[in-house]
């Protein structure tokens, strides 16, 4: 049996909700002072919000501190991820509008607690490939190597259920594009208030989408039951395909299978930033870094926003992104030896107060920066929850990007949806593609 990962002793577990927050981070600002103390982020609504709405920008009035662009690079560059970095080399319309810091990341009490007691009981086994332990919260608030980092995005808090109807849409290096529409529905398993270590049944959650438009396309759907430990029990996958009238299980969705209509832009573990077994990779911490990065992307969030507008040639419009400074645990997958997948390398920068990922650096097996992915999140102030609004995958090879999340002209997510594991069956799959 390969050993588990030591656990953390109560002397330091007690830093949390101390001079550590109930997640982990520094709760003190830096020292220059630009990173500010965390109080609390943002654990309830805001004034003026209504239940259904998309979400107020609390910081609407904030003042813009400087841009960065191709002319001023030098400047910042130590500021930067090297994908950030090649983007703006790249793009000379391309600019960063840096706002004030607002660390707004907040989750609920429940999950302050559970995180406490993870530190003194969670841990890594099957040589990093499960976590055992812990049923809610971030597993490893303290983390000691980067795969306690990568599964504290992975197990982070959103929600116990969520019912989204977003679109994405791969951007062609001439402008390009269609819509697709997506009707979501994921029921977490962990996370779940009550739940234990033995009721998981080494399930993370259940996911389902049935595609909405375009019409050559609509009515096929996919179902996922996703394990926690992959290598244990992969993830089961069916999907159902309109043309055929048949629900067919899927022998492989995972690592670097493609994503189905993204023109070859998505792989299976970069949904959610990165998701699955993170067993093809060898993972390293390298520390904590003061670094830009998109953060509270309300403008981009906004109700009725044309897609247009959005998708610009080669890039998202960067007058609708916000970004911030943070500190950011640095995290970097090395592909093993025997293993293939596009993307030899991976460097990851986790926000340390949400443990959501913000950025990842592709690139590929001759060591070549080829790619850069984003998270633009918001607070959903009303669950609380931290989390991405938009995603977006650079190439940077075709000159071209695929973004998801487009929500603009949809209804807001529905984190009250009434869904049970039934609604995630092959005989339900069948059902929603009708």
């Not at 927050?21 to 220059?32: K, M």
């Not at 809610?136 to 608030?141: L, R, T, V």
């Given at each position: 049996m390969l050993p588990a990962h030591?656990?953390?002793?109560?002397?330091?577990?007690?830093?949390?909700?101390?001079?550590?927050?109930?997640?982990?981070?520094?709760?003190?600002?830096?020292?220059?002072?630009?990173?500010?103390?965390?109080?609390?982020?943002?654990?309830?609504?805001?004034?003026?919000?209504?239940?259904?709405?998309?979400?107020?920008?609390?910081?609407?009035?904030?003042?813009?501190?400087?841009?960065?662009?191709?002319?001023?690079?030098?400047?910042?560059?130590?500021?930067?991820?090297?994908?950030?970095?090649?983007?703006?080399?790249?793009?000379?319309?391309?600019?960063?509008?840096?706002?004030?810091?607002?660390?707004?990341?907040?989750?609920?009490?429940?999950?302050?607690?559970?995180?406490?007691?993870?530190?003194?009981?969670?841990?890594?086994?099957?040589?990093?490939?499960?976590?055992?332990?812990?049923?809610?919260?971030?597993?490893?608030?303290?983390?000691?190597?980067?795969?306690?980092?990568?599964?504290?995005?992975?197990?982070?808090?959103?929600?116990?259920?969520?019912?989204?109807?977003?679109?994405?849409?791969?951007?062609?290096?001439?402008?390009?594009?269609?819509?697709?529409?997506?009707?979501?529905?994921i029921y977490f398993v962990y996370g779940r208030e009550g739940m234990t270590p033995q009721g998981l049944d080494n399930t993370l959650f259940y996911y389902k989408y049935r595609v909405v438009a375009p019409a050559r396309v609509a009515g096929s759907a996919l179902v996922v039951q996703e394990t926690l430990d992959q290598v244990l029990a992969i993830r089961k996958a069916w999907r159902f395909n309109r043309g055929e009238r048949r629900v067919r299980r899927l022998p492989m969705l995972a690592y670097d299978s493609p994503q189905p209509d993204t023109n070859g832009m998505a792989f299976a573990d970069q949904v959610d930033t990165y998701n699955g077994a993170p067993d093809r990779y060898q993972w390293q911490l390298l520390g904590k870094r003061e670094m830009l990065v998109p953060y509270n992307s309300y403008a981009v969030h906004r109700q009725g926003l044309p897609y247009a507008e959005i998708l610009q040639p080669r890039h998202v419009n960067p007058e609708l992104l916000r970004y911030e400074l943070h500190r950011v645990w640095v995290v970097e997958a090395q592909l093993r030896t025997g293993f293939s997948h596009p993307y030899a390398k991976r460097r990851f920068y986790l926000d340390e107060d949400s443990w959501q990922i913000l950025l990842v650096d592709l690139y590929d097996r001759r060591g070549e920066l080829v790619g850069l992915q984003e998270s633009h999140p918001i607070s959903y102030y009303e669950v609380p929850m931290f989390g991405s609004t938009l995603e977006t995958i650079y190439d940077f090879v075709g000159g071209r990007y695929f973004v998801d999340g487009l929500d603009n002209n949809e209804p807001m997510y529905d984190f009250q949806v009434a869904l049970s594991p039934r609604d995630f069956t092959p005989q339900a799959l069948r059902r929603e593609g009708n």
């Open positions: 030591a656990k953390v002793g109560p002397e330091q577990a007690e830093r949390l909700g101390r001079d550590l927050t109930p997640l982990g981070a520094e709760r003190a600002g830096n020292a220059a002072g630009s990173i500010p103390a965390w109080e609390g982020g943002l654990d309830r609504p805001i004034p003026g919000y209504r239940p259904g709405m998309h979400h107020p920008d609390p910081y609407a009035s904030d003042p813009v501190l400087y841009t960065v662009d191709r002319d001023n690079l030098e400047r910042y560059r130590e500021l930067l991820a090297p994908g950030l970095q090649r983007l703006l080399e790249r793009q000379p319309d391309y600019r960063l509008r840096v706002l004030p810091t607002r660390r707004s990341a907040a989750a609920p009490q429940r999950i302050y607690a559970a995180t406490r007691y993870n530190a003194e009981h969670a841990e890594l086994i099957a040589g990093g490939n499960g976590v055992q332990g812990a049923a809610a919260g971030i597993p490893f608030p303290l983390p000691q190597d980067g795969q306690e980092a990568i599964w504290n995005h992975v197990m982070r808090y959103r929600g116990e259920q969520i019912h989204m109807l977003t679109n994405q849409a791969a951007v062609l290096a001439n402008g390009s594009y269609n819509l697709l529409k997506l009707d979501r529905h």
